[in-house]
């Protein structure tokens, strides 16, 4: 197949990009997307600052933007991101603890509903886990004010707003076996063993020469897949250019198609020139979207 969507598909897989409502009137930028992706993340306009500014007032217009485009061009879409510390408004950080419970129930409950039908896995929560060595919670609003119970009322609150979406927990150096991966793990493992919806983990995969494709990528998405939950690979880029970074996606995709479970991979964007690594050039397409040797090399993966 010719495409990466199709590539994928042949495969059983989506092969997803992150997309911008901003740049939907751009020529270049639609008709790559059109042609190369059968699955799209927004890459901002989900967010909760996005969605929900002013609390109980929802703006769901450049979302809709992009949810329209994908149903269009029969393109899923996954739900990026319902509880998450960062882009998240003011006021929901002022809130004591019994109103921002029901602030985070009623946020996941009015977004999740509006795209019911229409968004086929949500990323419910995001970043909950700190980087090192402690395996401990990231703190944030949620997490200090409603304790650890705030990521299963998340899932709990959200498998009851559209029983039929996936509910993913996504994480970023989550990728290989370590101490942040090991605690995500033991935290879906708890959650199958005590029946509190979860259904998909997604792997940020944002990689570089500091934090490369590891090499226990592969094993790391299975042994999730084990727990009996789907994997994404969610968002990923690698910096680099080349041959180099060619191999590296090659290897990343490769990782993905071993692992039965693992249902589809999204980059974090179509081109070099919006990438939100300004200045780096971690995507498939560069700015006048030419196919880079990485695309060759996802597209010889597939
Ligand atoms: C990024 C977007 O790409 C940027 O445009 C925005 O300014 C900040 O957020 N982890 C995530 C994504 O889960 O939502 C982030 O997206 C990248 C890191």
């Known amino acids: ?35 190369e ?19 109980g007032a929802f703006t769901f217009g450049p979302a809709d933007r992009i949810v329209n485009h994908a149903q269009s061009r029969g393109m899923s879409v996954r739900g990026h991101t319902l509880v998450w510390h960062s882009q998240l408004p003011g006021w929901v950080a002022g809130l004591g603890a019994a109103d921002l419970r029901s602030a985070m ?7 999740m509903q509006h795209y019911k039908g229409k968004v086929f896995a949500w990323d419910v ?4 886990f700190q980087d090192g060595s402690s395996g401990a919670r990231r703190s944030s609003p949620f997490q200090d004010k409603l ?11 959200a498998r009851a707003a559209d029983p039929a979406a996936e509910l993913c927990y996504n994480d970023y ?22 029946g509190v919806p979860i259904d998909c983990v997604g792997f940020q995969s944002h990689f570089n020469s500091a934090s490369p494709v590891p090499s226990d990528y592969r094993a790391n998405l299975q042994r999730f897949a084990d727990l009996g939950v789907d994997v994404q690979v969610t968002e990923l880029d690698i910096e680099g250019s080349g041959s180099a970074q060619a191999a590296s996606y090659g290897n990343a995709v490769s990782a993905c198609l071993a692992v039965s479970r693992c249902t589809g991979i999204t980059v974090w964007g179509v081109t070099d020139k919006y990438s939100w690594r300004s200045g780096g050039t971690p995507l498939l397409f560069d700015g006048a979207y030419t196919k880079k040797p990485a695309y060759d090399a996802v597209l010889a993966a597939l």
């Open 1 to 35: 197949a010719g495409t990466l969507g199709s590539a994928a598909a042949a495969k059983g897989r989506y092969f997803g990009t992150a997309v911008s409502a901003q740049y939907l009137g751009e020529s270049g930028y639609v008709s790559t997307l059109d042609r």
């Open 173 to 194: 150096n989550t990728d290989g076996v370590n101490a942040k991966s090991n605690a995500v793990y033991a935290m879906v493992k708890d959650f199958k063993a005590r």
């Open 125 to 128: 929560v995001n970043e909950a």
């Open 147 to 157: 304790g650890n119970g705030f990521i299963e009322e998340a899932f709990r609150t």
């Open 37 to 55: 992706f059968s699955s799209v993340t927004p890459e901002n306009e989900m967010k909760w600052d996005a969605v929900e500014a002013t609390r």
């Open 105 to 111: 129930n009623n946020h996941i409950t009015k977004v």
